[in-house]
């Protein structure tokens, strides 16, 4: 669980830099859940 947190949190600190990356974040966001899911 560790590892997939870590690697789900540096995604989003690219993604954060990157424009517009609210919309990004909560697709990510919506596709890791479901995954752990």
Sequence with gaps: IW???EHVRCRSS???T???S???QS????E???IKV
Excluded: D, H, P, Y
């Design 32 to 34: 890791v859940r479901r």
């Design 3 to 5: 590892f997939v947190s």
């Design 22 to 24: 609210g919309i990004l």
């Design 27 to 30: 697709s990510f966001a919506s």
């Design 18 to 20: 990157s424009e517009g």
């Design 14 to 16: 690219v993604l954060k």
